[in-house]
T-cell receptor, first 115, second 117 residues
Framework: AQSVTQPDIHITVSEGASLELRCNYS??????LFWYVQSPGQGLQLLLK??????LVQGIKGFEAEFKRSQSSFNLRKPSVHWSDAAEYFC?????????????FGTGTRLTIIP | GAVVSQHPSRVICKSGTSVKIECRSL??????MFWYRQFPKQSLMLMAT?????????EQGVEKDKFLINHASLTLSTLTVTSAHPEDSSFYIC?????????????FGPGTRLLVL
C-alpha cells in the first residue's frame, strides 16, 4: 500500500531564512510525486510535481524539490521564505497520472513565518 | 488555465436537510472529478471518483446513499449531502482532471465549508 509521511507537523522559520519540508513515501512502483500548498480556508494549489527526468524540480513561488529514490524522499525547499509562504503544505504520491489515479496525501506540515 | 470553482464557499444548514455542492471546471473539460473531505488540521481523504456520464466510485467506508455524486457534464459535478447531521460538518474539496495537458495533475477547487447545526 502506498503511504506518505511528513514528519514535521509544524515548522516555524524567520522571514528570509531557508526552508526544507520533509516528505517520505512508500510506493510499490515508480512514484509520481506532488507538493501542494493550502492557505487557510482555501483549496490546494500545486507547487510542483515530479514524474521523471531531472530529480531536482522547480516549482512556482521559488520552491524546488529533490527526488531521492534511495531515500524514498521528496523534500521541498526554498532559499528564502516570505511571510506570504505561511500555509499548510501537503506532499502526495500516486500512480501514473493518466487515469482515475488516487493520490495519497501526507498529513501536512503547517508553516509559520515570524518577522 | 485549469481553474476549478466550487459553490457555495460555505453553507450552514439544519440537521436533516440536504445540501448540494457544485464543482465546476471553468476553462477545461473535466473527464474525471474527485471529491475529498478534510477535517480540521488533517489531510484530505478521498471520498469518491467520478467520470463524466458514469456512476461514481466510492471509497471504502463512504456511504453512497448519503453522499450523492453526479457528474452529468464535462464541466460540472455535484455532491449532495443527504439528511445532513452535525458529524457531516467538514471542509469538502473537489478536484478535476481532463485530457491532454490537463491529465497529468488534479486541479483543486477552493473548497466548501459545511456546518450542520
Amino acid at each position: 500500500a502506498q503511504s506518505v509521511t511528513q514528519p514535521d507537523i509544524h515548522i516555524t522559520v524567520s522571514e528570509g531564512a531557508s526552508l526544507e519540508l520533509r516528505c517520505n513515501y512508500s510506493y510499490g512502483a515508480t512514484p509520481y510525486l506532488f507538493w501542494y500548498v493550502q492557505s487557510p480556508g482555501q483549496g490546494l494549489q500545486l507547487l510542483l510535481k515530479y514524474f521523471s527526468g531531472d530529480t531536482l524540480v522547480q516549482g512556482i513561488k521559488g520552491f524546488e524539490a529533490e527526488f531521492k529514490r534511495s531515500q524514498s524522499s521528496f523534500n521541498l525547499r526554498k532559499p528564502s521564505v516570505h511571510w506570504s509562504d505561511a500555509a499548510e503544505y501537503f506532499c502526495a504520491v500516486g500512480p501514473p497520472p493518466f487515469g482515475n489515479e488516487k493520490l495519497t496525501f501526507g498529513t501536512g506540515t503547517r508553516l509559520t513565518i515570524i518577522p | 488555465g485549469a481553474v476549478v470553482s466550487q459553490h457555495p464557499s460555505r453553507v450552514i444548514c439544519k440537521s436533516g436537510t440536504s445540501v448540494k455542492i457544485e464543482c465546476r471546471s471553468l476553462d477545461f473539460q473535466a473527464t474525471t472529478m474527485f471529491w475529498y473531505r478534510q477535517f480540521p488540521k488533517q489531510s484530505l481523504m478521498l471520498m469518491a471518483t467520478s467520470n463524466e456520464g458514469s456512476k461514481a466510485t466510492y471509497e471504502q467506508g463512504v456511504e453512497k446513499d448519503k453522499f450523492l455524486i453526479n457528474h452529468a457534464s464535462l464541466t460540472l459535478s455535484t455532491l449532495t449531502v443527504t439528511s445532513a447531521h452535525p458529524e457531516d460538518s467538514s471542509f469538502y474539496i473537489c478536484s478535476a482532471k481532463g485530457l491532454f495537458q490537463y491529465q497529468e495533475t488534479q486541479y483543486f477547487g477552493p473548497g466548501t465549508r459545511l456546518l450542520v447545526l
